[in-house]
């Protein structure tokens, strides 16, 4: 399973050069881990040592992640530094993010108990990609295979195999093809003609 996952990594970022050195020095990986112990502690209703796995993986990595927040296989974070993944996230498999990435919440923290239990954190579906510094707020789904372009800020749920960039998002993937090749940078030149 280690080794599917580092190579699902390796095949989408051209800078690895081994699967040991994905091990060793990607703080994604790290955090990715130290996420799997923390979730395991927070079903089994440790939340405060699960939080305490999470903070120390923050101080470690730059990267926070909530306990709570569900993340399917093969999970990768690029660079990571910035990146916050919020309480009630759903991430699916195959799913790549840039650093200073926010899956975030939109409400203030006005009437916060009316808050609790209840989704406030974007879905992201399989195989989706989502570029440096793109927030991605509330409660939307983002469908599969869909790119979000660096810097982005999506507020409305996203189609599958859509490409969204601008601040607000929207889709310049005018032909929904179901193109499901990876290209690192979430979008390339040939996808905007």
Do not use: W
Request: proline share 4%; with cysteine.
């Amino acid at each position: 399973m280690i080794t599917q996952y580092l190579q699902s990594i390796q095949n989408r970022d051209p800078a690895a050069k081994s699967k040991i050195s994905i091990l060793l020095t990607y703080p994604g990986v790290k955090a990715f881990f130290f996420h799997k112990i923390a979730h395991f502690f927070c079903l089994a209703k440790f939340d405060l040592i699960a939080r305490i796995i999470s903070q120390f993986s923050r101080f470690l990595t730059g990267i926070e992640i909530h306990p709570k927040a569900k993340i399917g296989k093969n999970f990768f974070i690029d660079h990571g530094m910035g990146v916050v993944i919020g309480e009630t996230s759903e991430i699916g498999d195959n799913v790549t993010i840039y650093h200073a990435v926010t899956l975030g919440g939109i409400s203030p923290s006005i009437k916060s108990d009316a808050q609790r239990n209840v989704k406030r954190h974007p879905t992201i579906k399989n195989n989706v990609v989502i570029g440096s510094g793109a927030q991605v707020l509330g409660p939307i789904t983002v469908g599969e295979n869909a790119k979000i372009g660096s810097n982005a800020v999506v507020t409305k749920d996203v189609d599958s195999n859509a490409i969204m960039v601008g601040i607000p998002a929207k889709n310049i993937n005018i032909n929904l093809t179901t193109d499901q090749t990876f290209k690192p940078y979430g979008i390339s030149k040939d996808d905007t003609k």
